[in-house]
């Protein structure tokens, strides 16, 4: 984080964000879901649902990754 204190709670939430993808062997999906929906100063009403369903989507991708050169048919 920066040397000098947030001015408000978004700047924080920001910096927070920032460091976090500084941090040595950070998923940096669940970091980039997190600052999208959860690390906000006002939150969407429904940013926990949304997070759940990218977090989902996350997950389903990372257990079914895409096959370079697989083809189809």
Known sequence: MEDYPAENPEEFLISL????LK????????VGILTAH???A???????ARAKDAILT?????A??????A???
């Not at 079914?64 to 050169?69: A, M, R, V, Y």
């Open 58 to 62: 996350l997950a389903a991708e990372r």
């Open 17 to 20: 964000g920032a460091s976090l």
């Open 42 to 48: 006002e939150p969407a009403p429904d940013a926990v």
């Open 23 to 30: 941090t040595k062997d950070v998923d940096v999906g669940l």
């Open 64 to 69: 079914n990754p895409l096959k370079i050169g």
């Open 38 to 40: 959860i690390l906000k």
């Open 71 to 73: 083809q189809n048919g």
